[in-house]
């Protein structure tokens, strides 16, 4: 069974009243009511975010592993994270591994493989799919300009439709019996080796709505200033 242990939520995108705000109008109210260091640290974490590198999931069953990749991407910078939803399950989070992580990274549902390919097209994002047999070494994705890295699910995989649509397959290198690691673990592995030393290239726009997420969670009773 799928696990259902308390504190396991849908992950959606920043709550309604939040993003409802122009960002520029919630810089301007709520920046003097934050702290010179705190926003020292906002813009420091927010210029080292990568747009350059994305994460796919194939339809994630457990939502631990789920939280524990999107805790992944935000640790190492990741600001997109696609997901490919199948069986009518929705993508969902253990909120005890992610530890607010989803707050930060920016998720986008795909209904369909033809969803998901146009936006890799539409990006210029190639998809490279992990694969124990992959060509690739996880180092060499730091030298690509652009990736996406596709994970698949814990039972099945990358279903063959995406697996096609994949324009490299990139590997783990082990020396164990075990053939395979946690999902989980592969997305840390592959997101570190593809974000090191690569700088951070978010455009100006994305930047400006982190830092004004940010500044809106910095600030008790941000929603109540905000509307008066």
């Known amino acids: 069974m799928r696990r259902t242990s308390a504190g396991v939520e849908r992950f ?7 993003s409802a705000h122009d960002p520029e109008r919630v810089i301007e109210v709520l920046e003097p009511m934050v702290s010179l260091a705190r926003r020292s ?6 210029a080292g975010r990568i747009s350059s590198v994305a994460v796919v999931l194939d339809a994630p069953y457990d939502p631990h592993n789920g939280a524990a990749i999107v805790r992944s991407c935000e640790a190492f910078g990741v600001q ?5 939803e199948r069986h009518k399950t929705p993508f969902a989070v253990a909120r005890s591994v992610a530890r607010s992580a989803e707050k ?3 998720l986008t549902r795909h209904a369909d493989v033809s969803s998901l390919v146009e936006w890799s097209a539409e990006a210029s994002m190639p998809l490279v799919g992990a694969d124990p047999d992959g ?3 996880p180092e060499q994705l730091a030298e690509l300009p ?6 698949g699910n814990e039972r099945d995989g990358i279903r063959p439709e995406l697996a096609r649509a994949c324009t490299a397959r990139v590997r783990v290198p082990m020396r164990g019996f075990i053939e395979s690691l946690n999902v989980s673990v592969t997305a840390a592995l592959l997101v570190y080796a593809a974000t090191k030393d690569r700088p951070g290239d978010l455009d ?6 982190l830092y004004a997420r940010g500044l809106y969670r910095s600030v008790a009773h941000a929603e109540d ?3 008066r």
């Open 204 to 209: 100006f726009d994305t930047r400006r709505r």
């Open 80 to 84: 997109s994270l696609h997901v490919l």
């Open 146 to 151: 652009n990736v996406a890295i596709v994970l």
């Open 104 to 106: 930060w990274v920016q």
């Open 41 to 46: 640290r906002l813009h420091e974490v927010i």
């Open 225 to 227: 200033i905000l509307n």
């Open 135 to 137: 060509e690739l070494a």
């Open 12 to 18: 959606g995108p920043p709550c309604d009243r939040e």
